[in-house]
C-alpha cells in the first residue's frame, strides 16, 4: 500500500487492525493506535455500527476529544474548530 510511504502517521481504531497492518507490513513504523497517540489511554475506539444512540456519541465524544489533543500536540491552533463535545466517559 502507498499509504505507509505517504503518510507519517496512519492511526487505527482498534488493536485487530492494528495487529493486521504490522503483519502485512511489519517495516512500517507509523502504524499507531488512535487510543495510544491521541488518548493517551491504549483504549480501542470501539465500532458503534450495531449500538444504539449513545454507542454513537460515545465514540463521537472520543474521537473528538482524541483529534483536539492530536491538534493541540501538533501546535494547530484550533480557534477555528466548530462543535460540541461532551465529557468521554
Known amino acids: 500500500m502507498e499509504d505507509f ?3 507519517d502517521l ?6 485487530e487492525n492494528l495487529s493486521e497492518l504490522r503483519r502485512r507490513h511489519p517495516e512500517a513504523m507509523n ?5 495510544d497517540i491521541a488518548l493517551e ?4 475506539i470501539p465500532d458503534p455500527y450495531y449500538g444504539d444512540r449513545e454507542d454513537f ?3 463521537y465524544a472520543r474521537l473528538f476529544t482524541g483529534c483536539r489533543k492530536l491538534l493541540e500536540g501538533l501546535g494547530t491552533d484550533n480557534a477555528s474548530w466548530r462543535g460540541k463535545i461532551s465529557s468521554v466517559r
Open 5 to 7: 510511504g505517504h503518510f
Open 10 to 15: 496512519i492511526l487505527v481504531m482498534d488493536q
Open 31 to 35: 502504524v499507531h493506535l488512535f487510543g
Open 41 to 44: 489511554t491504549g483504549e480501542d
Open 57 to 59: 456519541e460515545l465514540v
